[in-house]
């Protein structure tokens, strides 16, 4: 009954809130006076944007935010891979996630957690983080690091020639749950919480992950100079 729901209802509730809920967010301004207006302009709220926290710490935030989002890149393009080559059975792409996830996946924890900690330890960053701004940072260590346990302190590979036909069922309106009843605890533990997460992303500031920079072609430029420049 549990592997039904968290292996079958679950990945379909994930699928509906992550897409459904972020056309909703973007179309609607859902937590804003747009809320229930079909109303592109609606993405222009200040709730659709990375509240940035840049003006404080910003010896931090650097490598903090260029090692998360590199990281979870090769992260995301290393699951989408090994899903596949799971599916097909074509090891090189299993193999591609290995190391690309791997890679990744250090480099990620390495960002999220030096994003956390900044969030924690900088008075002023501290004052300006909403329940959220910390959630998703303490989510994304936790899978993160479930993620990391089998590849780090097993050094063992493999699950995706599980989860590959596994998520082709569910694609396929086929789902078979028991195409990974033998994955490993702290694996299927893992898929759980990212599927949690996945589901709470598009109530949260994430959604900036999916604003297509179309604004940069026609926005007027911003001249950008350096301090001592200013100062001549
Ligand atoms: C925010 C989302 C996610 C992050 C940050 C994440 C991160 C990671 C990392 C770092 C690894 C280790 C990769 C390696 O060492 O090569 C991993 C492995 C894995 N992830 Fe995720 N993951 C996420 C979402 C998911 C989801 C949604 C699923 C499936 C529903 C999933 C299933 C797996 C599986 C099965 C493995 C083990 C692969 C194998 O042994 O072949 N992950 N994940």
Partial sequence: ???NFLFVALPYI???LLIGGSFYRAFTGS???FRGHVEWSARGDF???TRSTGFFGRASIGPAALSLHWGLLFVVAGHVAGFVGGAFGW????EFFRWTGLFGGVLLFYGLSWALLRRLVIPQVRA???FDDIAVLVLLVAITGLGLYYPLARFSFGVSYAVGPWLAGIFQFRPDPAAIAGAPLIVRVH???AMAFLCYLPFTKLVHAF???FGYATRPPISMRSYLGLKR
């Fill in 1 to 3: 009954m549990l592997d």
């Fill in 211 to 213: 604003s297509f920079p």
């Fill in 128 to 130: 300006m983080s909403t």
């Fill in 191 to 193: 898929m759980i919480v």
């Fill in 31 to 33: 937590k804003t006076q």
């Fill in 47 to 49: 709730l659709w944007t």
């Fill in 91 to 94: 090891t090189g792409w299993v």
């Fill in 14 to 16: 994930t699928l509906l």
